[in-house]
Nanobody
Framework: QMQLVESGGGLVQAGGSLRLSCSASGRTFSGYGMGWFRQAPGKEREFVAAISRSGGGRFYADSVADRFTISTDNAKNALYLQMNSLKPEDTGVYYC????????????????WGQGTRVTVSP
């Protein structure tokens, strides 16, 4: 069973940048679709970005499409989310996840989740 561990969260001022990392162990994730989701306080978990198992396709939530970039490094078995021009509404716990689907925006299609890393964007 593959395991996922997120890192890179923290406190940043609005307009700043963070890069989140997701490290996989137990199995390479090149055979999975991978995604990032976030959950703000008191709200449901929402889709942020996804990348296909081939690396040839990417999805983004409309709210982040112009500011965030999802990428993988298969040699390092790692997933990244580069977040630029951060806004207070980006605050939340960010989770990486894996799906058997080629690519998906649907939280219910992801079966493996990391523990999350907290991102706080101050005004």
């Amino acid at each position: 069973q593959m395991q996922l561990v997120e890192s890179g969260g923290g406190l940043v001022q609005a307009g700043g940048s963070l890069r989140l990392s997701c490290s996989a162990s137990g199995r390479t994730f090149s055979g999975y679709g991978m995604g990032w989701f976030r959950q703000a306080p008191g709200k449901e978990r929402e889709f942020v970005a996804a990348i296909s198992r081939s690396g040839g396709g990417r999805f983004y939530a409309d709210s982040v499409a112009d500011r965030f970039t999802i990428s993988t490094d298969n040699a390092k078995n790692a997933l990244y989310l580069q977040m630029n021009s951060l806004k207070p509404e980006d605050t939340g716990v960010y989770y990486c996840a894996a799906t058997a689907a080629v690519i998906s925006r649907n939280v219910n299609e992801y079966g493996l989740w990391g523990q999350g890393t907290r991102v706080t964007v101050s005004p």
